[in-house]
């Protein structure tokens, strides 16, 4: 099973439809995962990114990068965003 909670990572808009992206985290390549972080330069990433914000930014990066290529995912439809329209009133 698919994780199906309410916080997609991707949200695309096209055609009216919100797509999500989801994560099948039951399928995930966990030892991929921990050798990727295990041999990454963690040192050098933070050296170059001076301030907590740039240092977040870059640590995401790497986190969700190791996400997109170690998770297998699915996209699915989320709701339909066209025009609403109200029941008339027959009263």
């Not at 969700?64 to 339909?80: E, G, M, R």
Request: net charge negative; charged share 25%; glycine share 4%.
């Amino acid at each position: 099973m698919c994780d199906t909670s309410d916080t997609p990572y991707h949200v695309t808009e096209g055609d009216g439809y919100v797509t999500c992206k989801r994560y099948c985290w039951k399928d995930a390549d966990y030892k991929g995962m921990s050798d990727y972080l295990s041999n990454y330069d963690w040192n050098y990433l933070f050296s170059k990114n001076l301030t907590v914000e740039k240092m977040w930014s870059a640590f995401s990066e790497v986190i969700l990068d190791v996400i997109d290529t170690h998770v297998p995912a699915i996209t699915t439809p989320k709701s339909y965003q066209g025009k609403k329209t109200l029941p008339k009133d027959n009263t």
